[in-house]
């Protein structure tokens, strides 16, 4: 699967964003997708997961403790694409963010570390002014 990042830019403290993961090449409802951030000079760390949907309509999500009640992670399967809304942004939100994807079908495990993805998009930019 391919996947594609998008929707970054430049905002400021307090204003939202939505991030798009577009995927193409395969069933995309079998997959688990992630969401996460490196900001210069830092490792890359977890921000959001959901977990493949297969052939139901129900799946489950996790958030990093530093943007629940901020962020929301959702799927369109019939689109191919993961959303990540963030409201509320504060400057050390400021990173590129990364979606990722695992081929998990008929499978609700939500995962939250990058050595459990193959795929990865190429990232995009935030960056929250104070």
């Known amino acids: 699967v391919q996947l594609q990042a998008y929707g970054g830019g430049l905002v400021q403290a307090g204003d939202s964003l939505r991030l798009s993961c577009a995927a193409s090449?395969?069933?995309?409802?079998?997959?688990?997708v992630g969401w996460f951030r490196q900001a210069s000079g830092k490792e890359r760390e977890f921000v959001a997961a959901i977990s493949s949907t297969g052939d139901q309509n129900s799946h489950y999500a996790d958030y990093s403790a530093s943007v629940e009640g901020r962020f929301t992670i959702s799927r369109v399967n019939a689109e191919n694409t993961v959303y990540l809304q963030m409201n509320s942004l504060k400057p050390e939100d400021t990173a590129v963010y990364y979606c990722?994807?695992?081929?998990?079908?008929?499978?609700?495990?939500?995962?939250?570390?990058?050595?459990?993805?193959?795929?990865w998009g190429q990232g995009t930019l935030v960056t929250v002014s104070s």
């Open positions: 090449g395969r069933t995309f409802s079998n997959y688990a």
């Open positions: 990722a994807a695992d081929f998990r079908p008929f499978n609700s495990v939500v995962l939250t570390t990058t050595t459990q993805y193959d795929y």
